[in-house]
T-cell receptor, first 109, second 112 residues
């Protein structure tokens, strides 16, 4: 089956920049989206790429390269509250949304 | 903004009890989904629905059923809860065309 691979854990310093990668092995999808999930909470939508390139939303940016089969989420000016899990998702059709394995981000002082 | 609302945030039930989880979305989305999320296993699809009264099994439908009587409402039913159904249950609906999922707040179910 299709899968999206992400690093399981990332640690970064408050105020720094961190990049979370998502690699996939599929084609013919509508777009790649990113979600944030705090412990015990529900996933909240962060960003979406339908086309190749960079999408910027405040401190968060997301990038997609279909030719290289990967995307990433970039978090700038990290804050302690950014400590959470982040996962990517590929939308291929109405019933085929594939989710990444999730990356647990720890922001340290 | 898309709003997906789940009826219960936290539930504690006993083995064998019937459990009813309800999800309502206010964006007139055709597609709705129920997932369960467990540590180390990520999101797993239980059932989805692409129209009123239409449903399809996902990857782990055993022990669950669903109901979609109205477009905005999608319910997950555990006819006889078991301890291995202790989990976080997430409802989602997807936008048309891009099929971008939006999630409800989640329902954390504990079966004793």
């Amino acid at each position: 089956g299709q899968s999206l691979e992400q690093p399981s854990e990332v640690t970064a310093v408050e105020g720094a920049i961190v990049q979370i990668n998502c690699t996939y092995q599929t084609s013919g999808f509508y777009g790649l989206s990113w979600y944030q999930q705090h412990d015990g909470g529900a996933p909240t939508f962060l960003s979406y790429n339908a086309l190749d390139g960079l999408e910027e939303t405040g401190r968060f940016s997301s990038f997609l390269s279909r030719s290289d089969s990967y995307g990433y989420l970039l978090l700038q000016e990290l804050q302690m509250k950014d400590s959470a899990s982040y996962f990517c998702a590929l939308s291929r059709s109405y019933q085929k949304v594939t989710f990444g394995t999730g990356t647990k981000l720890q922001v340290i002082p | 903004d898309v709003k997906v609302t789940q009826s219960s945030r936290y539930l504690v039930k006993r083995t064998g009890e019937k459990v009813f989880l309800e999800c309502v979305q206010d964006m007139d989305h055709e597609n709705m989904f129920w997932y369960r999320q467990d540590p180390g296993l990520g999101l797993r699809l239980i059932y989805f629905s692409y129209d009123v009264k239409m449903k399809e099994k996902g990857d782990i439908p055993e022990g669950y059923s669903v109901s979609r009587e109205k477009k905005e409402r999608f319910s997950l039913i555990l006819e006889s809860a078991s301890t291995n159904q202790t989990s976080m249950y997430l409802c989602a609906s997807t936008t048309p065309l891009a099929y971008l999922p939006f999630f409800g707040e989640g329902s954390r179910l504990t079966v004793l």
